[in-house]
């Protein structure tokens, strides 16, 4: 069987012969299965397989991408004099070019134990997708079922570059998710759970998450409207890694070079409470988003983003570095028909010292949420809305069931006056502990 490493090697190798100055290529492989199970009955069955490659060359300042779901040999020279004709025509681009970090030489072995052997057949995944709806159902106060679903994936990604760097690596993945209804009529609440992972040792047990499925809808029963006003807000872990998603992308390099960020100022200044730390780690072994290197051969590592509340890295890729005249930090992501783009890894927020009850202790009357909705976010301004739900915060303890409100405020305000808990859990590759807020307004009754 031929290695399909060495043939995007000779895809690159012939792209220099034909007059690129410099190339790379990715191939992005992978098979998935799923199946989803509703009313105890298999409803759903997809499998796909793909193989996709990705040319870039440059020619001078100049660069272009094409891509094709075939990896024939034979047809790489129509793929290279396409990908040629195109990079003569575009614009000039002076930040262009290979990353100057590019590791030299061939790397097949990551470390990072991404491949489970265990590859789950459809009987498998039908038991457990079935287990978690059964679970689901059994709550009292459940009365209808979205379904139960479980999924298996395995992917391989192999990126060459004339720089002299070639590298694979793998990955798999196994899934459980449940969603039922709660109520009847207009009454109805719907909600879910579910878990993914590297490993099918490290999934949660379908059962497991189809109870919480079940119990967080009729939790949800009957809910009412908050008065407007200004109020603590406690984030669930289920929603409060979205405000580290709002933190990555003010910090992602693009944004910065652009000037389109309302952090792009505040490299080296306190922007997190003094024992808050955020890390981007692509090395954790056995997580989601693991890689032994970027989109450009640059080899990864963990990078502190804020360290003690201060802001001291930037998202990088080689472009974006260039750009804001700083080395890329490893943080170059892609696909076959895309050019590298700086984006995060497994990124965490960490430093809580105080449990959520204790978080939640002094509070008379606040916002509990776990669950999000819309995304009206202003890059430019920090300016922050979105709608949500969840449950009132009455004397320290969660009361009743809410819905169909806003929160609002600005992410300056917002990141400085953050507040922790100490139950991080790695779970779902952006993850943050319960987080409390006290500078938002509750625009509802």
């Not at 991404?114 to 059964?134: G, S």
């Not at 100490?422 to 006290?438: E, K, M, Q, S």
Request: proline share 5%; with cysteine.
């Amino acid at each position: 069987m031929t290695d399909r490493l060495s043939l995007i090697e000779t895809l690159v190798a012939d792209a220099r012969r034909a007059g690129a100055d410099a190339a790379e290529a990715i191939l992005v492989s992978g098979t998935s299965l799923g199946i989803q199970v509703r009313q105890g009955r298999s409803e759903e069955l997809e499998r796909s397989e793909h193989n996709d490659v990705g040319l870039r060359v440059f020619v001078g300042s100049r660069s272009a991408i094409v891509s094709a779901t075939s990896i024939d040999p034979a047809g790489f020279g129509r793929l290279i004099e396409q990908a040629l004709a195109m990079a003569r025509v575009v614009p000039e681009d002076r930040f262009a070019g290979l990353c100057d970090r590019t590791q030299s030489g061939r790397f097949e072995d990551d470390g990072l134990d991404l491949v489970d052997a265990a590859e789950p057949d459809i009987a498998a995944l039908t038991e457990r997708a079935r287990i978690a709806e059964a679970a689901a159902l059994a709550v009292a106060g459940v009365t209808n079922s979205q379904g139960g679903s479980a999924g298996y994936g395995r992917n391989e990604i192999m990126l060459a570059t004339s720089g002299g760097f070639s590298g694979r690596y793998g990955r798999t993945s196994h899934s459980i998710s449940a969603s039922v209804l709660a109520g009847s009529g207009t009454a109805m609440q719907r909600d879910y759970d579910y878990h993914s992972s590297v490993h099918l040792a490290d999934l949660d047990d379908p059962a497991t998450i189809g109870r919480s499925a079940g119990e967080r809808a009729v939790a949800r029963m009957n809910p009412v409207k908050p008065r407007t006003g200004r109020m603590p807000v406690v984030f669930d872990p289920r929603v409060s890694n979205s405000l580290l998603g709002h933190l990555s992308a003010a910090i992602n390099g693009a944004a910065i070079a652009r000037g389109t960020s309302f952090l792009k100022d505040r490299m080296g200044t306190r922007i997190l409470p003094a024992t808050v730390t955020v890390t981007d780690d692509p090395t954790r072994p056995r997580a989601s988003r693991s890689k032994p290197f970027d989109g450009e051969g640059v080899r990864t590592a963990p990078l502190l983003l804020i360290e003690n509340g201060e802001l001291t890295s930037w998202v990088l890729d080689g472009r974006s570095g260039r750009q804001l005249g700083l080395p890329s930090r490893g943080n170059a992501s892609r696909g076959p028909s895309s050019p590298p783009s700086p984006s995060a890894s497994n990124l965490f927020l960490s430093g809580g010292v105080a449990s959520p009850q204790d978080l939640m202790a002094d509070i008379k009357e606040g916002v509990y949420l776990n669950e999000m909705m819309g995304n009206a976010v202003n890059g430019l301004t920090g300016d922050y809305s979105r709608g949500a739900a969840g449950f009132m915060i009455r004397d320290g303890a969660l009361a009743e069931p809410i819905a169909e409100f806003t929160i609002a405020g600005n992410l300056v305000e917002m990141f400085a006056s953050l507040e922790p808990a100490n139950d991080l859990v790695f779970r779902r590759g952006t993850d943050a502990p319960t987080i409390r807020i006290d500078t938002l307004t509750i625009a509802g009754a």
